[in-house]
């Protein structure tokens, strides 16, 4: 039977299904394929007047212009430092939490547990980012608390060495209890007959996690970590934006703060849209090679992968 054939043989036998996920690729289709065409102008000297079509092409000068500028080097180094540190304390906190949660004993206790840790996910990020400027003040609680031992009050985010970890700590507190969600439905799919048989064989609360929790979710925990890996130098600007200022910009600054400053805010003179979406590009391409790297690592060391 061809390969023609057998799509439309299964085409008819699972009609239902096609037709339900027509909506989910339209809308990768229209917001997200479409308008890669738009990343054409990344090559081109824009102009809305010209259009597209009609702006005349300049090949790779702005990526060049990018990455032989004075700020390369400050937003890239800045993206990295902050992603790194993001994933080494961020990553482990939502596995740790979902691990700790699912020790709980009492049904009521982990349901306040969950309800407590997911609800900073549903704030509003400026709403977030209003909370951690009025904290981080030197009148806030957080410095009632490094007053109490001894410390001296400082407005935190006017100081540039304290805007990654604030940014960090904040990451986590917001998402840690949201992305345990995903590790605690692993943990839900592993057979429970492994923990009867590992209980006797006289194995403890301890040995239990580490030779039949972990293993159980291990494939969960490669599969985040590479699509982690792959968003490495994607640090999002609304955050940033939110926070930085004169004071933090020098640590503060990344590549898509970069990128709205040069094409939104029209920073250093009229927007400068072919510019930033070289940039945006460089980093789009810096992405896809990680994942790619990453996928192909995990395949190799503990055949996990996504592809």
Not at 233 to 238: F, L, Q, R
């Amino acid at each position: 039977m061809s390969w023609g054939a057998r799509a439309m043989r299964d085409l008819k036998r699972n009609k239902a299904l096609y037709i339900m996920i027509l909506p989910v690729v339209a809308f990768y289709f229209i917001f997200n394929y479409i308008p890669m065409y738009g990343a054409t102008i990344a090559f081109k000297d824009y102009s809305p007047r010209l259009g597209i079509i009609g702006s005349p092409w300049v090949g790779f000068k702005h990526i060049i212009d990018f990455l032989t500028g004075p700020y390369f080097w400050r937003v890239f180094k800045n993206t990295l430092n902050i992603s790194i540190t993001s994933l080494i304390w961020g990553f482990p906190a939502p596995l740790i939490l979902a691990l700790l949660i699912n020790e709980l004993k009492s049904k009521a206790f982990t349901k306040i547990s969950q309800t407590i840790t997911y609800l900073p996910h549903f704030i509003s990020l400026v709403v977030v980012c209003g909370m951690i400027r009025s904290f981080t003040m030197d009148t806030g609680f957080i410095n009632d608390i490094v007053a109490f031992f001894g410390g001296t009050r400082v407005t935190m985010l006017n100081e540039k060495d304290y805007f990654v970890p604030v940014y960090v700590i904040s990451g986590i507190w917001q998402e840690v209890g949201w992305g345990s969600i995903i590790y605690l439905s692993a943990l839900a799919g592993i057979d429970q007959e492994l923990y009867e048989a590992a209980r006797i064989d006289g194995a403890g609360r301890i040995r239990q996690t580490m030779h039949v929790t972990l293993p159980g979710i291990l494939p969960t925990v490669v599969i985040l970590l590479t699509l982690r890996i792959g968003g490495l130098v994607s640090v999002g600007y609304e955050k940033i934006i939110l926070l930085y200022n004169e004071s933090n910009r020098e640590t503060a600054d990344v590549i898509s703060s970069f990128v709205y400053r040069r094409g939104l805010a029209a920073e250093g003179g009229a927007n400068q849209w072919s510019y930033s979406t070289a940039v945006g590009l460089f980093n789009s391409v810096i992405n896809f090679a990680l994942i790619i790297t990453a996928n192909q690592i995990s395949r190799k060391v503990n055949e996990t992968s996504l592809w």
